[in-house]
């Protein structure tokens, strides 16, 4: 890393070609949030869909080509195009990029006391192959077989036949190298380049997060990548990776030498798929963390017992991939296996959300924006985990399997656990970030908004899975047992309007508060992690004078010690 | 780098006590290991659950496949010897040596490419049958970490000229050499899977 | 009963109520488990909110073992319902299935976008199917020269099923996979090309019911719907005559396009 690629005066070269990590971590932070918007708006279409099926589709309508929405009312493939894309933008390009590439390249070297990251041109490699990526993914909506229409899944032989897919498993290709390399780079950061006295049981939470994380990533996602190069080559040099002897497809017949399997696809997509769910909530669990013990003003309770469940989450994270397959014609013994590891798998995540109660008890609890974000996890995280239990259960997930059960399932994980906290991490790294506070009244306001409207979103979902509702279902009327519910269809569509409404504030809010938010001094929190050491911002090589660590991560309120905290670098006599 | 931050940098790691570079290489190749595992997973599910297999040896050229067994074996060991010469700083003896790694990995990829191309002419292609899928899918993403190789071991032939006496110089070579050793083992896996069994 | 609404359908099957039964007691468990959390959450953040003069406290050191306390009740509570109700229950449904000609015995065949219901006819034998064969008249490609496919019955989106007997039903796919789901019986299982797999069920009500597909197959995956019709043993086999070929030519199903 040299001085000369940070003083280029070029702004594009500053700002896209730096490899300090701080700018890095930055774009990642505002790439990715531009993708989830661009993933939310993909399911506002869609939901006006769900809410109304078939009547034509306000303002955008008339826009759209007539392939993809004649006399504006959608197709059925453009649906399942947007379906497809949605999940795959909101995984792929929207949450892990802001968990990991965003908050775990800005905040995990300050928290160690690095300088920069282990391989900071690899880093500037990584965020560029997710650019790229990602906007190729995007792109796809405008090439001529138009984007990917077979789920985020791409379940074989459909995705084989259907067009679009090439460029989704292009693209895919380029973001697991992203995440293979940023991966590499952070288990190399955190092992290698702590600061003197930082000893693993000194880390703060988010870093054994951002740890379990990059493992999961390293491990998980080859074989993915290589199941992707079996459906390319399916797809380009006509093999069989994934089809059988004899398709019929529209009553013609496949020419393919056949022999391979489908099943192999399933195996190997959910091998990674269900370790990249985690991914999707390590990281939202250390900010989470972080916040915490902040705002509480004392440690948070049983720090080895999260970071031990962590550990465990990250390894039982590898033998539950076929909890998703306990009806796609796997052996049905196998699932007992499945079964038994998915029971256990949920005991850590129990131990993780139990710790973080006991947190606030005895604590001074200050509600402060980011706070706000981080106590609704709790609760949220709690439905959506608890509802991952009657589908883990071999027997309820029969009925429950595909149906919007699952949506809501996963949803309330994602979206008003994982994104919520993701967005607490905003407000709370904001001034680190700028050196400038976010405004507290609209902060509040997007809070209470989103909360609210995510969860008119999202729980009628639970209903309807009840009442059978099929997920990916583009006309949900079709069906007469969904007939019932479809009124909660409207009600999760209204509010997902006003969800984004609510968004408004929040985007005025971010990109006013960098150049006119109220000014703060270096730890506008009274924190003691490292993060909150060094100058806000930081400046290149992040820290002005040597750092020593003595103490672990949150020590808060010591008795008998001037104030209620203790920075890491702080030196105090017991 | 300044001067007022430099204590932070080069610390040693406390806990690993290896260089950045030779770390990342491992986690890197563990990696390599998870995606080389899942394509023999692959081949040896497909294999089981196939009706017919044919025999390596029917379909493949065994002699050609040995030839080249021997060819990265022994690049192995040239690629051995330019890390000792690096090692003991005699740039000469390393330029040599990882000439000599780079031609042989050349002579792999070429005495592949007579292999396929005499496939090819059978009309034998990846859609002729899984068999044939699956070998020209593991020999061809094996072909790739060979070329990669080259490219690595090119650039440090190319860098030696500048920097020889750059003190992470060695353990560059030493990375490139682990990795070169990964390509070498993937292929004596391959080799017996795809010939012999 | 109504047969939709905002709840359960209508349960219809022997393992119905063994499924309504796990997922009434689990939520039951669930809401209980987030009420007693809930209320526990809102007091501690009430009760140590910010005051003024008071500091925080920090939590002794064996403390946290209480903490795994909750971990210890959900962990017996899962083993229980995995040893007693899980495992025994998924074996019954999905692992005993009743080998076929033993019972009666129906074959899907999926397709994109239609149910092909494949009867094995008087004999009791389903004929050959062959791809080379598959034509808008014959679309399952039941190869003729096979004597046991001359009295087969093939129809499109339609299953009847006899009431309060158990059924075999083979499913399998000739181009993506699909999924079987009959709302009421609570079934549903993946129909994979290439792969043949039982499953098998008890209706316990005379009735018409829904078929839909569950899982993404293509542009008219939502339309992709039948219905099966459960009849008395003797309205059944009435119905069953009724639908014999009578020369070799096969029932169309090309109004599935
Ligand atoms: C961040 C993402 C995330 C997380 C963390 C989880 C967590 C879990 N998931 Fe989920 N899951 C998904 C994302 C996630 N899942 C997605 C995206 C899908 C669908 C993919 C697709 O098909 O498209 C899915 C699908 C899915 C299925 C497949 C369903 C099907 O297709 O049929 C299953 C089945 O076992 C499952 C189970 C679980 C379980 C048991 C957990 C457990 O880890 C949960 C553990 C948590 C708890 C148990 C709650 C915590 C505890 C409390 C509330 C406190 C309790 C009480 C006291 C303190 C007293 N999930
Ligand atoms: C991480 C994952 C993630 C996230 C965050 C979301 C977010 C949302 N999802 Fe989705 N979803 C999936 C992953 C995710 N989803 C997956 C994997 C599927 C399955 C796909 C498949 O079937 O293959 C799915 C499917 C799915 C369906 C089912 C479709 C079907 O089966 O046919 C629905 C239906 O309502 C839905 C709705 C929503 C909604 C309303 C949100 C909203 O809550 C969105 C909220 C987003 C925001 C609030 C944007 C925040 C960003 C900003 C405010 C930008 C700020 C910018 C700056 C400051 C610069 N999703
Ligand atoms: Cu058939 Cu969905
Ligand atoms: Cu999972």
Known sequence: ?574 | ?197 | MKQYGWGLPLAASSYAGSIDFGIYLIHAVMILIFIIWGVFFTYLLIKYRKKTGVAAQRDEAHGVFKSLIPDLIVMVFEIVLIAVYAIPVWSKIKIDTPASGNVNTVAIEAQQWSWNIHYPGPDGKFGKTESKYVHFSNPIGLDYNDPAAKDDIVIANELHLPVNEPTVIELTSMDVIHSLFIPEFRLKQDAVPGMKIPVWVKPTKIGTFEISCAQLCGMAHSFMRGKVVVQSRADYDAWLKSREPQSAQPVSASEAF
């Open chain 2, 1 to 197: 780098m300044s001067s007022s931050t430099a204590t932070l940098v080069h610390q040693p790691g406390e806990s690993t006590g290896v260089t950045n570079a030779k770390l990342g290489i491992w986690l890197f190749l563990a990696s390599e290991i998870m995606l080389f595992s899942t394509l023999f997973t692959t081949y040896i599910v497909l294999r089981l659950g196939a009706a017919s297999w044919p025999r390596g040896w029917d379909v493949l050229n065994v002699p050609l496949g040995m030839l080249n067994t021997f060819v990265l074996i022994t690049s192995s060991v040239t690629m051995v010897m330019a890390y000792a010469k690096a090692h003991d700083r005699d740039l000469k003896g390393f330029q040599r040596y990882i000439s000599l790694t780079i031609f042989l990995a050349f002579v792999f990829l070429i005495v592949k490419g007579f292999e396929w191309d005499a496939h090819f002419r059978h009309n034998e292609f990846p859609s002729t049958s899984i068999f044939h899928a699956v070998y020209f899918t593991l020999t061809g993403l094996h072909g790739l970490h060979v070329i990669g190789g080259i490219i690595v071991n090119s650039g440090l032939l190319y860098l030696s000229r500048t920097d020889f006496d750059h003190p992470l110089f060695v353990g560059r070579v030493e990375g490139a050499g682990l990795y070169w050793h990964f390509v070498d083992i993937v292929w004596i896996f391959l080799f017996p899977a795809l010939y012999l069994l």
């Open chain 1, 1 to 574: 890393m040299s001085q000369d690629s940070h003083s280029s005066s070029k702004p594009f070269y500053r700002y896209f070609f730096s490899t300090d990590h701080k700018v890095i971590g930055l774009l990642y932070t505002i790439t990715a949030l531009f993708f989830l918007l661009c993933g939310f708006m993909l399911m506002l279409v869609m939901r006006w869909q769900l809410a109304f099926p078939g009547s034509p589709i306000p303002f955008l309508g008339h826009i759209l080509s007539p392939a993809l929405a004649p006399n504006g009312v959608m197709t059925p493939d453009f649906y399942n195009a947007l379906g497809a894309m949605h999940g795959t933008i909101m995984v792929f390009l929207g949450i892990v990029p802001l968990g990991v590439g965003g908050f775990g390249n800005y905040v995990l070297p300050l928290q160690i006391g690095a300088e920069d990251m282990a391989f900071p041109r690899l880093n500037l490699a990584s965020y560029w192959f997710f650019l790229l990526g990602g906007l190729l993914m995007l792109s796809s909506f405008i090439m001529p077989g138009g984007a990917a229409q077979s789920g985020w899944t791409s379940y074989p032989p459909l995705a084989i036949i259907n067009p679009g897919q090439t460029v989704w498993l292009f693209a895919m290709v380029m973001l697991i190298t992203s995440s293979l390399l940023g991966a590499v780079n952070f288990l190399v950061t955190s092992f290698n380049m702590r600061a003197l006295g930082m000893k693993l049981s000194r880390l703060p939470i988010f870093v054994w997060a951002q740890i379990v994380t990059a493992f999961l990533l390293l491990l998980a996602f080859p074989p993915l990548e290589a199941a992707s190069v079996l459906q390319l080559m399916d797809r380009i040099a006509h093999t069989s990776f994934y089809l059988p002897q004899g398709l019929v497809i529209l009553g013609m017949r496949h020419i393919a030498s056949g022999g391979g399997q489908p099943l192999l696809w399933q195996h190997l997509f959910w091998f990674l798929a269900h370790p990249e769910v985690y991914v999707l909530l390590l990281p939202a669990m250390g900010i989470v963390s972080e916040i915490l013990a902040n705002n509480t003003r004392k440690p948070i309770h049983g720090y080895n017992v999260i970071v031990g469940s962590m550990i465990a989450i990250g390894i039982l994270a590898f033998v539950v991939w076929a909890h998703h397959m306990f009806i796609s014609g796997m052996s049905a013994v196998l699932s007992d296996f499945f079964l038994v590891t998915t029971m256990i798998i949920s005991v850590p995540s129990v131990a993780i959300l139990t710790s973080f109660v006991f947190s606030l008890r005895g604590g001074s609890i200050r509600f402060t924006t980011p706070m706000l974000f981080a106590l609704a996890f709790l609760p949220m995280f709690g439905i959506g985990g608890l509802t991952g239990l009657p589908l883990g259960l071999t027997v309820t997930d029969i009925y429950l399997h595909d149906t919007y059960y699952i949506i809501g399932h996963f949803h309330y994980i994602v979206v008003p656990g994982s994104l919520l906290a993701l967005m607490g991490g905003v407000y709370y790294w904001f001034p680190k970030w700028f050196g400038r506070k976010m405004n507290d009244t609209l902060g509040k306001w997007h809070f209470w908004t989103s909360l609210i409207c995510m969860n008119g979103i999202f729980f009628p979902m639970f209903i309807q899975g009840l009442a059978g509702q099929d997920r990916r279902y583009y006309d949900p009327m079709a069906a007469l047992h969904s007939v019932p519910t479809q009124p909660l269809h409207v009600v999760s569509s209204v509010f997902a309007g006003l969800l984004f409404l609510a968004q408004i504030p929040f985007i005025y809010n971010f990109f006013h508060s960098i150049r006119h938010g109220e000014k703060t001094d270096d730890n506008p929190w009274q924190a003691t992690t490292l993060d909150w050491a060094c100058p806000s911002p930081p400046p290149h090589g992040n820290f002005t004078k040597p750092i020593r660590v003595y103490h672990g991560p949150y020590e808060y309120s010591p008795v008998g010690h001037k104030t209620d905290w203790v920075p890491q670098n702080e030196e105090v006599l017991a």
